[in-house]
Structures are given as structure tokens and as C-alpha cells.
């Protein structure tokens, strides 16, 4: 299908808007991660309270995004947006101007946080319903790559926390942060066919469906995925290979990008290949690299190289998960955003801090890392299972005008 069909078939301002909705508010969800080590020195945390505290903001919006998805179907995206974006920037001015001296006081900012995070409850179907069946893939797949602000954090937090303290990062996020609001009031628009709101019991009859289930868990492994290890690499390249702070939010940075780049790529070629295709080659390299990485390499450069491949997988498997959800839920895409992406946001949580426990309680990431790795291959398997099913039903020629 040709490029230029794609940008006249829906609004590209409000895409653009999303996109970048997006990418700011996951810079900020993630980043205790980039500034861990900092932190944790400071107040002197132990490897399990520092995989808890990366981990906390990916549960709170996790659960946020249930709260979003109601309202993004109720008041529409646009306004629901608006609500979690005020309480995102007030977030951000408590982290600067408080007093963050003890752990809970660092939980309790993670919780705040997951507001950041509800921002894909918010962005998918913004752009989404824009959009025709033959076109979800590319047209989630670019808003979703707002995935990539979690590298901006990586890439940026440790140094400027090196220079001018970590809590003074918060304020500095205020600038972009408040940049994206401005372009978001401006240029997005709800699209003219938004599905009336329903009773929340209406939205509650989804998950009497099965397949709603099968997408929460294949999300939870492609997103839980990329969300835990770009909240994680950075603790990780700095305990496991004794990096600093700067070097290790750069590798995690290489990572992070590779992860959020390509899922465009995944959602354009589940377009073409058909999304079970696209996600179950995914699935196999994800579990392989992610297995690879469990056996601890000697090298930080090889390690690097395995967590791209692995991130590389995931990312594109979230934009093939997301071409086949608004074909089985386009009535009730809202809700199943915020479903979908609460279960990846919990698969986040999951990862994240399993690794820190794993490291305090057996002195390594290899469990972590392994039974993540065993998760996707659990996920390879269910999509061989509900396969055919799946092409047979809502997947088939007479009831989709797109590939599954």
C-alpha cells in the first residue's frame, strides 16, 4: 500500500500530537530509573528497594490507565488528556520543589508518576479513531513510538543529575513536558466518529471475552518487557559491569531507542505480514535474547548488543499487538487501551522488580532475566493456539479489511 494513501487517510496534526503527548509523559513515567543510582546513593537503598522504586511508577500507571480508558471513552481522549497532563506537571512541581529525603516519600512520587504512564490510555485512541481497519498498525505504531522519551531519560537524567542534583531534574523536565501540553492543546483533535459512552458495567462485558484476556497477556510481555528494562538497564549496566551512573544511562539509551524506533516497523509490517505473523517472529527472538542476556555476558558491549535485539523485539511486537486490537475491540478501543496497556504496564512492574529481588536475594539477574525470557515463550505459544481460531472468526476475509 503506498505511503501517501496512510497520510490522507487521517488527521496527521492530531497523530503528530499524540506522538509527542506521548513521548514526553514516558520520559517522565520512567524516570527514577536513569536517576536510581544517584538516588540510591544518596539515601543508601538496598538493590530490592531500588527495583521497587523503578517499578512503582509502571504499576500506578498501569492501574491508572483502567481509570484513563473510562475516560477517554466518556469525556473523549482530547479532554481526558487534558486532566492527566495537569496532574503530571504538578507532579513533576512536587518533585522539585519537595523535600524527597526517605523512601516512602520516593514511593509515594512513583504513584504520582503513573499518572505519566496513563498517557498511552490517552494517545492510542486519540490517533487510532482516525483512522481506517488497513491503517491501525502504521498509525499506532508512530503514536506509540512515543516509547522513545524513556530513552531521552536514560540518555539525559544521569548527567544532569551529576551536575546539578537529581531532584533538580524534575524542574527541568517541566520545559518539554509543558512544550508537548501546548502543541497537544493546539492540534489534536477527537475524531468525528468517537462510539458514544457507555454505563462502566458495559465496559466490564469485555473482559467476559476471552480474547480481551490473550491481548492483556501478550501486552503485558511485549510492553511489560520494554517498560521493565528501560526502567531496569540502567541499575543493571551499573551494578552488573560497574559502570557509571552517565555511561550506563547511555547504554541503556542505545537499548531504549532501538525498542521505541521500531515499532512503527512492527505495526507497518503486521499491516502487511498480518499482526500474528509479525508477533509471533517477535515473541522467538525476544525469548532467545532475553534467555542469552540471563547468562550473564562477560562483556558490557555484548550485553548491549543482546538487550538491542531483545528490545528490538519487543518494541515491534507492542506495535503489532496494537494492529489486531482495534480490529477485534473498534467499539470498545478505549476501554481496551486502557486494559491492554494496564496489563503491560503490570508486566513492567513485574520485571522490574524481579530484578531487584533477584539480585538481592540470589546476587545475580539470571532468574529475572530467565523467567521473563520463559514468559515469551509462553506468549509464542498461546498465539499458535488461538491462531486459527482467531483467522477463522473476526480475523476472516469476510469479517476484517485488514491482515491478521
Known amino acids: ?71 477517554v471513552d466518556h469525556l473523549k481522549p482530547k479532554k481526558a488528556g487534558v486532566i492527566g497532563q495537569v496532574v503530571v506537571l504538578g507532579s513533576l512541581c512536587w518533585a522539585w520543589l519537595g523535600h524527597l529525603q526517605n ?20 494517545a492510542l485512541p486519540l490517533a487510532s479513531r482516525w483512522y481506517p481497519p488497513e491503517h491501525q498498525g502504521t498509525a499506532l505504531g508512530i503514536a506509540g513510538a512515543g516509547n522513545s522519551g524513556t530513552a531521552f531519560a536514560a540518555l539525559f537524567a544521569p548527567s544532569l543529575a551529576i551536575a546539578l542534583g ?11 513536558v509543558g512544550i508537548a501540553f501546548a502543541v497537544y492543546l493546539l492540534f489534536a483533535k477527537d475524531a468525528p466518529s468517537a462510539p458514544s459512552a457507555k454505563p ?5 462485558q469485555v473482559l467476559k471475552d476471552k ?62 505480514a498480518g499482526g500474528i505473523t509479525a508477533l509471533s517472529l517477535m515473541y522467538a527472538v525476544a525469548a532467545s535474547a532475553l534467555f542469552i542476556a540471563s547468562l550473564g555476558l562477560q562483556s558490557a558491549i555484548a550485553a548491549v548488543c543482546v538487550f538491542v535485539l531483545a528490545m528490538l523485539a519487543l518494541g515491534a511486537g507492542n506495535g503489532a499487538v496494537f494492529q489486531l486490537v482495534p480490529q477485534r475491540f473498534r467499539d470498545e478501543i478505549g476501554v481496551m487501551t486502557g486494559l491492554v496497556g494496564m496489563a503491560g504496564g503490570v508486566g513492567g512492574f513485574y520485571l522490574a522488580s524481579s ?39 473476526w480475523g476472516s476475509a469476510a469479517m476484517a479489511s485488514a491482515r491478521i
Open 1 to 71: 500500500m503506498k505511503t501517501t494513501s496512510f497520510w490522507k487517510s487521517g488527521h496527521t496534526p492530531t497523530l503528530f500530537a499524540a506522538f509527542l503527548y506521548f513521548d514526553l509523559n514516558f520520559m517522565v513515567w520512567v524516570l527514577l530509573g536513569p536517576l536510581a543510582v544517584q538516588i540510591s546513593k544518596d539515601l543508601g537503598l538496598s538493590a530490592a528497594q531500588k527495583g521497587l522504586m523503578v517499578a512503582t511508577p509502571l504499576l500506578a500507571g498501569a492501574l491508572l490507565r483502567i481509570v484513563m480508558g473510562v475516560l
Open 103 to 122: 523512601y516512602g516519600s520516593l514511593l509515594a512520587l512513583g504513584m504520582l508518576l503513573g499518572t505519566a504512564g496513563a498517557s498511552f490510555a490517552v
Open 166 to 176: 537529581w531532584q533538580n531534574v524534575f524542574g527541568l523536565c517541566l520545559v518539554p
Open 200 to 204: 462502566l458495567a458495559d465496559y466490564l
Open 211 to 272: 480474547d480481551a484476556w490473550w491481548f492483556m497477556f501478550f501486552y503485558s510481555v511485549t510492553f511489560g518487557g520494554f517498560s521493565g528494562l528501560a526502567s531496569s538497564l540502567t541499575i543493571y549496566f551499573n551494578m552488573q559491569y560497574g559502570l557509571p551512573a552517565a555511561t550506563a544511562g547511555y547504554f541503556t539509551a542505545a537499548c531504549v531507542f532501538a525498542g521505541s524506533m521500531v515499532r512503527p516497523l512492527g505495526g507497518r509490517l503486521a499491516d502487511r
Open 355 to 393: 530484578l531487584g529481588y533477584s539480585k538481592q536475594l540470589t546476587g545475580s539477574y539470571q532468574f529475572g532475566l530467565t523467567m521473563f525470557a520463559a514468559l515469551a515463550a509462553a506468549a509464542l505459544l498461546a498465539l499458535t493456539m488461538v491462531k486459527a481460531r482467531w483467522c477463522a472468526t
